[in-house]
């Protein structure tokens, strides 16, 4: 049987469990965003790493090119151009300067996370959900409901006050009664009402925070493949870089074609070091996110 | 006690006990209107969200996906050039790889969310 005070008073009670478990479901996807987001700070460590690792052999692309003192050279099929070759030399500049320091001098995690995140526009591992738990406006609002019902006024059914009065001096008079009934009774109605808005609230907070986290997965896939290709172009450079052995007779034939062409036209293989170490500066220079202009 | 509050009953209040259960009546109407205008709401804003979330992970998904397969035949290309002293092959590759990064797919992120509030957006895999 249901007891009319009673019964308001436990829909106040219902409604404010339900939020509870409500918050504590948006509290548990947002921790897991916030995990996921510290795996994806490690992806872009980690896109720092391969950047940092790139610079030496850049530079020792650069000096070898350097070595065969090419300039422009327009007229043979092999172009080098001298301001790709400065852009190369740069790199090494480019990167301190996002790292805030000497490279030289080793790096903290925080100086390589810096590199890595180059091109990001906010800091990965804050979550950015629009809806703050701490601004629904329902659990404020429900913890005052139930405190008016446990001895403030009850301004909701306008007999709030005489009916509390009256439980308590024992004199059942008719209005009293209905003031005590209709007002717990209104006093739950609108406590589930809040509650639905509270729960309505953390429910979208929580789509908002798995859309962030699918945006995350996408920026975590771009992170991960500019540092392979950055690791697989670095293992290219090394690679072009490796002395071979070129038996006597390509030696003379190469000579000869120095001396009678009398143009410094670079090697097969210093164009090669050149193409790569080209494409690795440019993927280097390559933002995660497309909103900043490459450097 | 019921007898006793049912002897306290009296003609003049029966107006108020009238007044007291429409009263009653209506605002628990009331807030159940309320109640269903904040879950249309709530499901409308939820099917949004849920809905570009579905597009971002499938399409970012098969688009780096593909992206990581041109990229993979791309160095295979490219270690063959090198070995084979094959200059316009390797150039070739490596402007391919460089096309493929420099072409952001997150830039589609705004694109997505005008496109979805078009009627009739589909999206094709």
């Excluded at chain 1, 810096?114 to 609002?141: D, E, K, N, P």
């Excluded at chain 2, 979330?53 to 399409?59: C, H, K, N, P, Q």
């Amino acid at each position: 049987m249901k007891i009319p005070v009673w019964n308001g008073i436990r829909k106040t009670i219902d409604a404010k469990n339900r939020v509870k478990e409500a918050e504590a479901d948006y509290r548990y996807r947002h921790a897991h965003y916030v995990a996921f987001a510290d795996l994806v700070q490690v992806d872009v460590y980690e896109l720092g790493q391969a950047r940092v690792s790139a610079l030496p052999a850049l530079e020792q692309a650069s000096q070898i090119i350097g070595k065969a003192r090419m300039g422009d050279h327009d007229n043979t099929p092999y172009q080098i151009s001298t301001n790709e070759l400065t852009k190369i030399e740069q790199q090494n500049a480019k990167l301190t300067a996002l790292a805030g320091g000497s490279l030289a001098s080793g790096l903290t995690v925080g100086a390589v996370s810096a590199i890595g995140a180059y091109g990001i526009a906010g800091a990965v591992g804050v979550a950015s959900t629009g809806t703050a738990i701490a601004s629904l406006s329902g659990a404020a609002a429900t913890n005052a409901t139930l405190a008016a019902l446990g001895g403030g006024a009850l301004a909701a059914g306008g007999m709030g006050m005489a009916g509390g009065a009256a439980l308590l001096s024992g004199i059942f008079t008719l209005p009293a009664l209905a003031g005590i009934v209709v007002g717990a009774e209104v006093i739950g109605s609108r406590a589930e009402k809040k509650a639905d808005n509270d729960i309505a609230n953390i429910s979208i907070a929580n789509a908002e925070v798995d859309l962030e986290m699918a945006k995350l997965k996408a920026m975590q896939l771009r992170v991960r493949e500019l540092r392979a290709t950055t690791i697989k172009l670095t293992e290219s450079l090394y690679e072009a870089m490796r002395p071979r052995k070129i038996n006597w007779f390509m030696r003379i034939i190469s000579a000869l074609k120095r001396l009678f062409t009398r143009k410094q036209a670079p090697d097969e293989r210093i164009y090669q070091i050149y193409l790569i170490a080209k494409s690795l500066s440019s993927v280097i220079d390559e933002p995660v996110e497309p909103q900043q202009e490459r450097a | 006690m019921v007898s006793q509050i049912v002897a306290n009953l009296g003609a003049a209040a029966a107006p108020t006990l009238i007044q007291s259960i429409a009263n009653y009546m209506a605002t628990v109407e009331s807030e159940e209107t309320k109640r269903q205008e904040i879950w249309a709401h709530h499901d409308a804003i939820v099917h949004a969200l849920n809905q570009e979330r579905d597009v971002i992970l499938a399409y970012f998904n098969h688009a780096f996906a593909e992206r990581r397969l041109v990229i993979e035949q791309c160095f295979d290309v490219v270690d063959k050039s090198m070995h084979a002293n094959d200059h316009e092959g390797l150039s070739l590759a490596l402007s391919t790889i460089l096309g493929v990064i420099h072409d952001n797919p997150l830039k589609d992120f705004e694109t997505f969310k005008r496109r979805m509030s078009e009627p009739g957006f589909e999206i094709v895999l």
